[in-house]
Structure formats: C-alpha cells, structure tokens
C-alpha cells in the first residue's frame, strides 16, 4: 500500500519561500510509471493543481504559479519536494501531495497525502 | 480559479437520488479527456471516488455513479446515505493549461 507523507514549516513570512516535502512509502518513486504531484486548497475553497515531477526531473506546473514553482525529486530519499517563492497570505492552504499514472496525460490521482497546513503570515 | 463548473451544493433525503454536474470545454472533457471524482470528507484529504468517467476503485459502492457526454460529465448517487455527506470535486486534463484541472466542487447534504 503506497503512503504519501507532507512535511515542513507550517508558518511561513510574507515574501519569503514555501519548501514542503512529501515522503513516498510501500513503492519506490522511480518505479517509472506515476507522476508526482502538488495539489492545494485554501479553507473552504476548492483545489488548485500546482505543479508534477517525473522521476527523470521533467516537470510541468499550473500557468498561474509557474514563476514562483519549482518541483524537484529525490529519488535515494524517495522523495519529492515543492518551493514556492515570494508567497503572500493567498498562498496560505492545506497542500496535498499525490500521484498520477503517466500512461496517458489524464489519470487521476489514485494516492493522496494527509495534506499539510502552510500559513503565510508575518 | 477552477475550469470546470460544479454545482455549489446539492442536497437530498436519504434514499433518494441526486446527481453532480460538471461542466468543461472543447479543450478537456469535450477533447475526450476522461473525468475523474473525488470525495473529501471534512477535515480529510481527497479519495478518489470513480474513474475514467465511469469506474469505481476498489471498497466504493455501488451507489456511486458516473457518466460523460460530450464537454459534461454527471455523478449519480442512488440511495443516499448520511454518510455521503461530503464534498465532491470533478477532475480532468487540459493541455492547454499544461495539466491537471478541478471542479469548483459541490457540497452534497443529507436532509
């Protein structure tokens, strides 16, 4: 059974950089057939699709958050990571780890962590 | 600022029947993309609820639902139970946004 794992700050300053990390457990992260992703919701709104990361490194992020996103991998740890920078209270949300299979471009996301809460304030 | 429009809530006695809609464009669900479900139970993360349009995982009953039409998909829920008091949120893919996409999502209440 594949278990995904946020962890980090759960406070983070106006202006500086969100850094999460979700740990992948029951199955190695370089099995080669999934994508890894990031996926967010602020209180009582819906979810947000951030960003996705191969094993190879190749990565693929929303439109809206491209600029301030970097998705990165660590395969020895078994692990993925998620910055964003220069965040603002409307990046306060529970953010979610997940996976997707990468047979095709739309599968769903099968495995979900149990979300972390990151708030943005001074 | 979601893609694909859901009702904000639904609501229904139980044992009866209530469907969610989402609603797309040419460039998801209308370009053939499959359409997934999700339920969140409050105060927990997402569980993947019906699959390629139609399927259901694994422990999911059967009460459960889906379909897709053209640039919509439907999710049916037949014999509702107060435990199907949730929120659901719609999913798909649109590659000229570069990925993945959600419903607005839609609050199901039990009367």
């Known amino acids: 059974q594949v278990q995904l794992q946020e962890s980090g700050p759960g406070l983070v300053k106006p202006s500086q950089t969100l850094s999460l990390t979700c740990t992948v457990s029951?199955?190695?992260?370089?099995?080669?057939?999934?994508?890894w992703n990031w996926i967010r919701q602020p209180a009582g709104k819906g979810l947000e699709w951030i960003g996705r990361?191969?094993?190879?490194?190749?990565?693929n992020y929303n439109p809206s958050l491209k600029s301030r996103v970097t998705v990165s991998v660590d395969t020895s740890k078994n692990q993925f990571s998620l910055k964003l920078s220069s965040v603002t209270a409307a990046d306060t949300a529970v953010y979610y780890c997940?996976?997707?299979?990468?047979?095709?471009?739309?599968?769903?996301?099968?495995?979900w962590g149990q979300g972390t809460l990151v708030t943005v304030s001074s | 600022q979601s893609v694909l429009t859901q009702p904000p809530s639904v609501s229904g006695a139980p044992g009866q029947r209530v469907t969610i809609s989402c609603t797309g464009s040419s460039s998801n669900i209308g370009a053939g993309y499959d359409v997934h479900w999700y339920q969140q139970l409050p105060g927990t993360a997402p569980r993947l609820l019906m699959y390629?349009?139609?399927n259901r995982p694994s422990g999911v009953p059967d009460r459960f639902s889906g379909s897709k039409f053209g640039t919509s998909a439907s999710l049916a829920i037949t014999g509702l139970q107060a435990e199907d008091e949730a929120d659901y949120y719609c999913?798909?893919?649109?590659?000229?946004?570069?990925?993945?996409?959600f419903g607005t999502g839609t609050k199901v209440t039990v009367l």
């Open positions: 029951g199955g190695s992260i370089s099995s080669g057939t999934y994508y």
């Open positions: 999913q798909s893919y649109d590659p000229s946004l570069s990925g993945y996409v």
């Open positions: 997940a996976r997707t299979g990468r047979i095709t471009g739309d599968r769903p996301f099968d495995y």
């Open positions: 390629d349009n139609t």
């Open positions: 990361i191969y094993t190879s490194g190749s990565t």
